[in-house]
């Protein structure tokens, strides 16, 4: 039951000049799902990823990494649901590495131009076969307004689809924006998340991707989190394939750059919440903005200390405003000398702490009314200069229990 | 239901020469509950404590800093339930000193030689006028036998009293060691715990009792923790009455001295393992041992993202072999030059990772059987190094989750 998160309606995602998606069912884990999913890529597409920092990272994602570095063009993503492909050994590099084979001699090109994408259960060996036996039937699907039932076809724990869509125009030209997410549990991306998607068909230079690709990845999906886990696979793409029919964008300070950047932004912001609303379990949808820092990094840094608190998150779920609870994971954050007579404390409008201490005028039944509501901002004022940063996170409930406890049986 | 904690017997714990325990029901949240401990120390008891790093710590945290500093010799110590005084800003603070001042009056000594203590809801204003209303009838309880009484008097959401006692000899004198601890959520302590209180009768150098008292947390309460929320009123507190009747201990190297100071960590031990086996919700008791690592502080680092982690604990809680979510927390772990091909992970007896993969020869049966026992020791080797530490945790239950959504209503 995701938080405010509307049904998918495939008419409002728009087709990306150069891009094609095809999907099938592989029976990786289980019979009857769609889990094999290519997205195709014209020549001339340019790419550029942001990959998971845990030091655990999956089999496909170091090849990823590999491919990426060796800039020879990338024709064609594959990506497999129900097995992660992590935990798994020389064996999993070599199974990465042989579906890459089968899919580059499909597509006659070579093995380093495919980049290839697992998630699911880890430490479980990859049914290559069925993997590589799928591919043709994922071929013959690929289309241009596939967008949705690859998102359908990229689905874990995820309770529905998630896909976000935009157009700019560009020198009198429509530059069309689409992307897809994935992913609803062990969510606490560090520099990426599992899986996020995005192209365009905006011609940008592509030398300016791989900082865009970590600016937006930044702004977005390394700003959620659900459990605090950080996943062995997280991948965020982005591509450009440069089809679009305006000027190549060179320098993000033009006027046109900035409105394409935005909308990319508001794209791939909208699939990082999209990951929280579908946040396992998840009853609310909890923004955290924490200001008054130093620096970013310390307000980020209470951010999640806040947003990781399971007896905070637990509150959430039960509509409690015990909101001393939030007080008691800013004093843990590791701000060594934060002084909690300076801390200020806001639930929506609602002042609640001020001077450290309750705010005079503060009543519960305004705390509860706040707590009550699916969509929260948790604002906390630290006193101490003039940064700022925000998390997206949601609240904790049985659910989540019962969906982890549960997940392989 | 806590983890193979047996039930408390009055009779097994030793009374400690110079301390006596009064008990009482002063309705600080609650009617008819033992809400109100006094410790009472004859004159000459030495006393160290150590205290939460969290930095919105309680105001009575604070006071008993500033009384400890003054070195004017503690004669009481005075506990409430129901309320922890944190985030109650100058007048929690009042609150605090007023308590002090009215147990000083009755037993008259000076305010600076009583220290506070306070456990409950944190945010809302202690009702200092019922605890100072209920001093008397707590000090006409005080009585040497009292330790069960106390342990009784100190829990919140604990669901059954927690108390250690031994003894040893020393030069011939029988030297007692009798402590209680309370705490169930809220729980990582950071520096010590919320709340431990250990009392021996040995005579120590009164200038050795503060880094005992930190070693004795260490390698204890410092070494748990249940839901990674660092309470803002951990305390552990270490008193020496002195009056064993043997020469003063003025050096640990010495054979009696060690024998002492195992002893302490003994009873220290067992009273932080009785937290964790009744800590919220609790349904196991997990040793997570770290070994190979180049230095203790990152095996400990990686033992609590594992003891942490929501996906790992909910595992545990379904006796759910999917040990990848294992490999996945010791991969964000924080270790950046971490090499996943050297890790292995032993569950108890059964080796489930070599060289970073599956083992050969595990079979998921192995791996189910440790699971669904009720201690389990997980064993992680990073390959790096020779140091080694060791966390205790609880796995995360559907209990905890109801525990601390209805934890005020």
Chains 1, 2 share one sequence.
Not at 42 to 71: I, K, M, W
Not at 157 to 170: C, F, H, L, N, R
Not at 338 to 365: C, F, K, M, W
Request: one cysteine or more; hydrophobic letters at 40%.
């Amino acid at each position: 039951m995701p938080v405010n998160l509307p049904p998918l309606d495939p008419a409002q995602l728009h087709p990306v000049a150069g891009v094609r998606w095809g999907v099938t069912e592989a029976g990786v884990r289980k019979a009857n799902r769609k889990d094999l999913s290519v997205m195709l890529l014209d020549e001339g597409a340019s790419v550029a990823g942001v990959f998971t920092r845990n030091r655990y990272c999956a089999a496909p994602v170091q090849v990823c990494r590999e491919h990426l570095q060796s800039h020879s063009g990338v024709r064609a993503l594959v990506i497999n649901t129900g097995n992660a492909n992590a935990g798994t050994g020389a064996s999993g590099l070599a199974h990465a590495r042989q579906t890459c084979a089968a899919l580059a001699d499909l597509l006659q090109c070579a093995s380093g131009q495919i980049l290839p994408f697992s998630t699911g259960v880890i430490m479980e060996p990859l049914p290559v076969d069925r993997i590589v036996a799928g591919l043709p039937a994922a071929l013959a699907d690929a289309h241009a307004d596939n967008w949705a039932r690859a998102a359908e076809g990229i689905m874990t724990t995820d309770t529905v689809p998630k896909a976000a869509s935009m157009q700019v125009e560009i020198e009198g030209q429509r530059v069309n924006i689409t992307g897809i997410s994935k992913g609803a549990g062990m969510i606490r991306p560090n520099m990426a998340t599992m899986l996020g998607f995005v192209a365009t068909d905006a011609a940008i230079d592509p030398d300016l991707l791989p900082a865009l690709a970590r600016e937006l990845a930044d702004g977005s999906f390394n700003r959620i989190t659900i459990d605090g886990d950080t996943s062995t696979n997280d991948s965020f793409v982005l591509v450009a394939t440069h089809q679009a029919g305006h000027a190549p964008i060179r320098d993000w300070a033009e006027p046109r750059a900035q409105t394409l950047k935005a909308a990319l932004m508001q794209v791939a912001r909208t699939l990082a919440h999209a990951i929280v609303r579908d946040g396992e379990g998840a009853t609310k949808f909890i923004t955290i903005a924490v200001e008054g820092g130093r620096h970013a990094d310390e307000c980020r840094q209470v951010a999640y200390a806040i947003a990781h608190s399971p007896l905070v998150k637990t509150a959430m779920y039960a509509s409690d405003p015990n909101l001393g609870r939030i007080l008691a994971a800013v004093g843990y954050a590791g701000i060594e000398d934060l002084d909690q007579t300076l801390i200020e404390l806001h639930l929506d409008d609602v002042h609640v702490v001020t001077g450290g201490g309750r705010h005079p005028h503060y009543r519960e039944e305004d705390g509860q009314r706040v707590m009550k509501q699916s969509e929260i901002t948790v604002r906390v004022h630290l006193g101490r200069g003039q940064a700022c940063d925000t998390v997206w996170t949601c609240d904790l409930s049985h659910d989540y229990v019962t969906i982890n406890a549960d997940y392989r049986s």
